[in-house]
């Protein structure tokens, strides 16, 4: 099968992005758009709106003050995080319901990589928000695969779920992953390249290119946030991540080992927007 068959089986079907999550994802590569301007965008869709303060007002950004309006939160939250918020909250409200796929721990474990991706980024120095909304993008190429072929993709979790390893059986039965399927579906949304790649590459971790740092990060994340949901998060987590990963974004690994709790931590809070 042809990757291109996946979107032509998908036609009509697939979850489309919000404009101005879309333009927002874009200004990573901008300097001209400010947080009055995403105010007054997201004040015209009310389902956006409400979502947005919802998150805004959940454990995750744990403000003592109420927030109550986009204008609260343009104060409050200030450009980054306001940003960030709105395209957390668009992206998940994507898909309300995809046959075959239960969305809450779907969307859980996105929100937990994209909360320990940009962690990792702290510590590596690069753009903590570029790699949350990465991070939340990782997986999306899932949801198109049983949007467009069903069946194939509840076998391949089941073989999955049986302890094979997803990427591998779904190039074995497929011919391609989710991370490609990912990828060009950002492409479709003319996201940036450097999200395409982040999406594509992360499960490229033995020899990770230097040029795509944002695709290790998901790539670390994810290995992150498996063990974190088995209730793992001491030294020997940090011991078993790709040395040649943690070198390539300059991660020292005993600082990791002194975070690695609050990363659990973290990772594992329940979002009130789910």
């Known amino acids: 099968m042809y990757l291109?068959?996946?979107?032509?089986?998908?036609?009509g079907r697939l979850p489309m992005i919000p404009k101005v999550v879309q333009e927002l994802i874009a200004s990573f590569?901008?300097?001209?758009t400010n947080a009055e301007d995403i105010s007054d965008k997201v004040g015209h869709d009310q389902v956006l709106s409400a979502r947005v303060l919802r998150m805004a007002n959940?454990?995750?950004?744990?403000?003592?003050?109420?927030?109550?309006?986009?204008?609260?939160?343009?104060?409050?939250?200030?450009?980054?995080?306001?940003r960030v918020v709105v395209i957390a909250s668009g992206v998940s409200g994507l898909s309300s319901a995809v046959p075959g796929v239960?969305?809450?721990?779907?969307?859980?474990?996105?929100?937990?990589?994209?909360?320990?991706?940009?962690?990792?980024?702290?510590?590596?120095?690069?753009?903590?928000?570029?790699?949350?909304?990465?991070?939340?993008?990782?997986?999306?190429?899932?949801?198109?695969?049983?949007?467009?072929v069903p069946e194939e993709a509840r076998q391949i979790d089941q073989?999955?779920?049986?302890?094979?390893?997803?990427?591998?059986?779904?190039?074995?039965?497929?011919?391609?992953?989710?991370?490609?399927?990912?990828?060009?579906?950002?492409?479709?949304?003319?996201?940036?390249?450097?999200?395409?790649?982040?999406?594509?590459?992360?499960?490229?971790?033995?020899?990770?290119?230097?040029?795509?740092p944002y695709a290790t990060l998901c790539g670390l994340a994810s290995l992150l946030v498996t063990a974190f949901l088995r209730g793992q998060h001491d030294e020997a987590v940090v011991t078993a991540l790709p040395t040649a990963a943690l070198a390539a974004l300059e991660i020292d690994a005993a600082e990791l080992r002194e975070a690695i709790d609050s990363l659990a931590a973290d990772a594992t809070r329940h979002d009130a927007l789910l």
């Open 102 to 148: 239960d969305m809450l721990p779907f969307w859980q474990r996105s929100f937990a990589i994209a909360t320990t991706a940009r962690s990792l980024a702290g510590l590596a120095g690069l753009n903590g928000q570029l790699a949350y909304t990465c991070g939340l993008l990782a997986n999306i190429g899932e949801l198109v695969l049983h949007v467009a």
């Open 58 to 82: 959940s454990a995750r950004f744990g403000y003592a003050r109420r927030i109550g309006s986009l204008e609260d939160a343009v104060m409050l939250l200030g450009f980054d995080n306001l």
């Open 4 to 11: 291109e068959a996946i979107f032509e089986k998908a036609s």
């Open 159 to 212: 073989q999955v779920a049986a302890g094979s390893d997803r990427y591998q059986t779904e190039q074995e039965r497929l011919g391609f992953d989710l991370a490609q399927v990912g990828a060009e579906l950002a492409r479709r949304w003319d996201l940036p390249e450097t999200i395409q790649h982040a999406i594509r590459r992360q499960h490229e971790l033995d020899l990770p290119d230097p040029a795509a």
């Open 29 to 32: 590569q901008r300097q001209d």
